[in-house]
């Protein structure tokens, strides 16, 4: 099915349905009893070998000599990998790399050799004992420094560079301007799960194969890109995925130790399994850049935008091209004639920069709703009335209506809910040594549709079984699918068996973009019907008002039991979704509204969030409440970017010096006080056949903003350097207090 036009009336339409409804993770019981496998935990390949990476100490230049002999006669070691003995590779595949490929270092932690022996202690040990001679170069590694020979980067899904109207005539003719300059830094991921892979390489009559068992969120994309790197066909590359521990984009597409232990399994004739220590995390896998971001806003006295301009820099490492569209919301954010967008790309030797938790629009508006609040300051307005009164009426550059657009209506709620009518001028309200503050921030979320498959059986038994190349990575996609799969066929969710995250199975959208509900979902539905006209065609009973509940088919006066429909064999569908017409048509996002209260204490400048809410609309909800835990989390996601995640670089060396959890710090309990997250009415009958929409990052995006505002609001400190920590606060008093003297 291609969407190429509005979605009519569905069974998912009919009140009381299964979709929706806040059940409970079906596959919650599992993972709470530590039955639920992940890839490090895979058993099923018996007396697999231990791979331990070795990492370059350098950021650039060459390797002189590898000294491998005292790890090779290391106890337990079966082999050491480095550039001199790697089995051949093909070319790269998006950011899937060759591995230990000659001797050129590029980035400081850069895989220069591979440990592989009988357990993970000894491949440890012996990966100590690898010595490296280098001819060490000077790095770059600041983005401030590169910035003047940043390039255009290529495209990636959309242009780099926008522009409509006059933007310099209408700037420079405005009569309220502003023109600032806002940093986020470099970001990891921080999730849970390690990257880890359990790879068995075999050679059969039909040739060579590859099957590895791996925490990846796009399996599809990642089996290609492997194919590639393996010089294997696609279809002799398996990737199986059934459950990870989060990913939040560093697991979109195979990491070095996913091509390692395939390559070291090649050699040995054996399994390999690897898994990533916490400080690998910060260097072999991938992190989202630091940006320098320029916003330039002109405006009537009235408030209305009559010029946008939005410029972001960040970084990559040579020979990659990813960059962080961070300007790419402001597209279709507000109205104003005269626009200009444009994104630079600098080579610095750090890790490969990726996609992180909603890239490009999450910093993107961590800068632009910031901005926006400064301008109403000028304009002595509100924030969210300068908001409402640059509402557009369509996309602003597409030139195409939203398909649907309730931002004011957010803005509306959660103002009411979160007492914003009760907020004071800068610097007026107190509480004990606390000054208090709020703040607000608009949110917004492209919303894709991935070509997607899916197949349906009907068993014997009267049961369904669900299948396709889809993953969850800790969202509820085993749930919402057999929620709809339920709903479709008149089952209750008990009789829907959820069979994912394997290569096997129907091509899949995977994880990712808060594309993966929407479509791995509506493959599904499309499946879901297909089946259902076949069993009305196998019995001859009328589609004409036919209902499935309850385990059976009802038309007229007749009612079959599906087990019966069913048969001996059983009865298959499969379906597909692509995108078509709807989305030229319409312009499609997910959007979204930020209240924060935070406290800031008048002697030291710390910050403390004291309540949050989020008001979101994102199409049907599938699930009540794992919508709103993912709402949720994405805030905790903004917190986190707004006051303490900071990978802090050695510009000397390349490295991320607070390389772990101890000193990357990500919110705790402590961080996070009242929050909520509420989601209002609405379905996107040009979205999918779900009228569903993306949830998972636009309550990331903007999130941040409404803690910065808040402390500007609180304190009189506008700081536009990302995580605001204390010291900020109490140089900006400190400056105030300069200036006034």
């Not at 018996?46 to 000599?65: L, M, N």
């Not at 607000?440 to 009267?462: E, I, K, T, Y």
Request: proline share 6%; net charge neutral; aromatic share 6%.
């Amino acid at each position: 099915m291609d969407m190429n036009q509005p979605i009519g009336i569905t069974p998912l339409d009919r009140e009381g349905g299964l979709v929706g409804r806040p059940i409970d993770r079906i596959d919650g019981r599992l993972k709470v009893t530590g039955r639920a496998p992940y890839a490090y935990e895979i058993r099923d390949l018996k007396s697999p070998a231990y791979g331990f990476v070795v990492e370059s100490a350098i950021a650039k230049g060459t390797i002189r000599r590898l000294d491998i002999d005292a790890a090779k006669r290391a106890p337990g070691v079966l082999l050491v990998m480095t550039h001199e003995n790697v089995p051949e590779q093909g070319e790269k595949k998006e950011q899937v790399w060759p591995q230990l490929q000659g001797t050129e270092i590029r980035f400081r932690g850069q895989p220069i050799a591979f440990v592989v022996a009988e357990t993970f202690e000894q491949a440890r040990a012996a990966a100590a004992l690898v010595k490296a001679d280098y001819a060490s170069e000077k790095p770059q590694a600041s983005l401030r420094e590169a910035k003047p020979h940043a390039v255009e980067p290529k495209a990636m899904q959309t242009p780099p560079d926008s522009t409509l109207g006059d933007f310099d005539g209408a700037f420079a003719a405005a009569p309220v301007k502003l023109d600032v300059e806002y940093t986020t830094p470099v970001q990891i991921h921080a999730q849970m799960e390690p990257h880890a892979t359990l790879a068995s390489w075999e050679t059969g009559p039909d040739g060579e194969r590859v099957t590895l068992y791996t925490a990846n969120q796009m399996l599809n994309r990642g089996q290609a890109s492997l194919a590639q790197v393996l010089k294997l066909k696609p279809e002799n590359v398996r990737l199986i995925s059934h459950y990870i521990g989060g990913g939040f984009g560093s697991k979109l597409q195979p990491q070095p130790e996913a091509t390692l232990a395939a390559l070291a399994s090649k050699s040995l004739k054996r399994p390999v399994k690897v898994a990533l220590t916490r400080q690998q995390e910060f260097h072999v896998a991938t992190h989202r850049s630091d940006t320098i971001q320029r916003i330039r806003l002109g405006a009537d006295p009235n408030g209305r935008l009559t010029a946008i301009a939005h410029e972001s820099w960040s970084a990559a490492t040579p020979g990659d091209g990813f960059y962080e569209t961070s300007a790419n919301v402001t597209r279709a954010l507000y109205a104003a004639e005269n626009r200009v967008t444009r994104h630079r790309l600098a080579n610095l030797n750090v890790p490969f920069a990726s996609a992180m938790r909603a890239p490009g629009e999450a910093v993107g508006q961590l800068a632009f709703e910031c901005a926006m609040d400064e301008l109403a300051e000028q304009l002595k307005l509100d924030p969210i009335e300068l908001r409402i009164r640059n509402e557009p009426e369509q996309d602003p550059e597409k030139k195409v209506p939203f398909s649907t657009r309730q931002l004011v209506a957010c803005m509306r709620e959660g103002a009411q809910r979160f007492g914003w009518d009760k907020r004071g001028a800068v610097g007026a309200s107190r509480d004990g040594r606390w000054l208090v503050g709020m703040g607000m921030a608009a949110a917004a979320r492209l919303n894709p549709l991935m070509p997607s498959q899916a197949s349906v059986r009907l068993n014997p038994d009267g049961t369904l079984t669900v299948r396709m190349a889809m993953t969850d990575i800790g969202t509820g996609t085993y749930t919402i699918l057999a929620q709809i799969a339920g709903e479709m066929m008149g089952l209750p969710v008990e009789r829907i068996h959820v069979e994912i995250g394997d290569t096997a199975y129907p091509k899949a959208a995977g994880s990712g973009g808060s594309f993966g509900a929407g479509s791995a979902g509506s493959a599904l539905y499309v499946a879901c019907d297909n089946l259902r006209q076949a069993l009305l065609t196998q019995s001859g009973l009328n589609p004409e008002g036919a209902t499935f509940a309850e385990g059976r088919v009802t038309s007229g006066n007749r009612s079959e039991a599906l087990a019966d429909l069913a048969g001996a064999q059983g009865v298959e569908a499969k379906g597909e979704i692509k995108p078509g017409a709807m989305k030229e048509k319409f312009s499609q996002h997910s959007f979204g509204a930020h209240f924060a209260e935070v406290g800031v204490d008048a002697d030291t400048g710390e910050i403390r969030l004291r309540r949050m809410l989020g008001v979101f609309t994102g199409g049907r909800i599938l699930n009540q409440k794992t919508a709103r835990s993912q709402a949720l989390g994405g805030m905790i996601f903004g917190i986190g970017a707004a006051l303490m995640e900071a990978a802090e670089i050695d510009t000397r060396s390349g490295h991320f010096v607070n390389h772990d959890l101890a000193e990357y710090h990500v919110p705790a309990h402590a961080d996070v006080p009242a929050i909520d997250a509420v989601f209002l009415p609405e379905l996107d009958d040009k979205a999918n056949p779900l009228k569903s929409k993306g949830l998972g990052e636009v309550s990331i995006c903007g999130a941040g903003a409404a803690l910065a505002n808040a402390v500007y609001n609180a304190t009189g400190v506008r700081i536009r350097d990302y995580p605001l920590t204390l010291d900020k606060v109490l140089d900006g008093w400190e400056g105030r207090a300069q200036r006034r003297t």
